[in-house]
């Protein structure tokens, strides 16, 4: 069986690597032959990056010293994923989607916040598979938002009419499907379909040889000092070293080393083999959980409905704090003994939902 999905991959996002190369072998185990929809959306081309230099000297001058850096950068993430998942042509926006879309049996709009209309800078009907005919399916599929308007809401109803199943990521997804009647079901992110063994043969080798603690704050900080402050306390009580990551040359003075231009391969071994996580992103939450890492999380400043969603699942909303650690949460530890189990119940039900709906007519 062919199938061709689309998600969210393209750009240096460590956890949107990661879930498209979950979503590639969850389809392989269940017999599928995947190939990742190569999409470009706008707001990650190169044209968007010159773009926003325009009418300043100083933007446009920054945007050549870093250029570079960014083109260095794509090239690895993508060769990353083109390692490990089979990828088609690349499809621009202005490209005819439906002719150069893959061929397939079966087409599944995957996870992240594919249908997220602030992040994907308003409607856009590829991540529907909007004009190809076919099964369609969505697996894992994040609105991203607690709540939508009636706008969005018609926009939902008219390009998932002719879905077959539709599968969520956050219980907040299942409440709105449910404004426009239709009955849809929550799945887990598709990093957690894979086991710790499973996501050892994607891990770069142990860089910290002493026990560390890994500051994964990608995008949206509400306070940093904060969440350094969490984390200067934490290592001083466990004894660790304050590890954290930078996309460019940029060294965090917070921490006591930062690691530079680096790939979803090293991120995941730093995570890996973490002492403790000190995070704000739903996918820093989902693989430390996953590989049993103790941790603590911050709300990002949007979108944070799919981290609260995971963290209820598993019963760690305690984990989740806005001020410096306090003493008894620093003291107490996860059991991930019943976290485990529940993961584990969420991937036979994942596979039970997705496969029934592959074979299906």
Known sequence: MKIAFITIHVGSNFGSTLQTIATSEVLKQLGGEPICVNYIPPRVTYKRYWNVAKGSVLRFLRRIIFFPFLYEETNRFSSYLSKYCKVSNKIYADSDFVKKCPKADVYITGSDQVWNTTHNEGLDTHYFFDGIKGKKIAYASSIGKSSVDEQELKWLSQYTKDYHSIYVREESAVDIFKQIGRDVR????????????????????????????????????????????????????????????????????????????????????????????????????????????????????????????????????????????????????????????????????????????????
């Open 186 to 361: 929550q799945v887990v992110d598709p990093t957690l379909m894979l086991n710790r063994d499973q996501w050892s043969k994607y891990a770069s080798e142990r860089w910290v040889k002493e026990p560390y603690l890994f500051v994964y704050l990608p995008y949206n900080i509400k306070n940093k000092q904060i969440c350094y402050d969490t984390a200067r306390k934490i290592a001083r009580k466990k004894k660790l070293k304050v590890i954290t990551y930078s996309h460019s040359f940029y060294k965090e003075p917070l921490a006591d080393h930062t690691y530079l231009f680096i790939g979803p391969g090293d991120v995941l071994s730093l995570i890996y083999h973490a002492d403790y996580v000190v995070t704000n992103s739903f996918h820093g939450l989902a693989f430390s959980i996953n590989l049993n890492r103790q941790f603590c999380l911050y709300m990002p400043s949007n979108f944070s409905t799919r981290i609260s969603s995971l963290a209820n699942l598993c019963g760690l909303n305690e984990r989740i704090i806005d001020g410096v650690i306090s003493d008894d949460l620093l003291d107490k530890e996860i059991d991930f003994s019943s976290v485990n189990d529940i993961i584990q119940l969420e991937r036979v039900k994942a596979i039970t939902y997705l496969s029934h709906s592959l074979s299906n007519k």
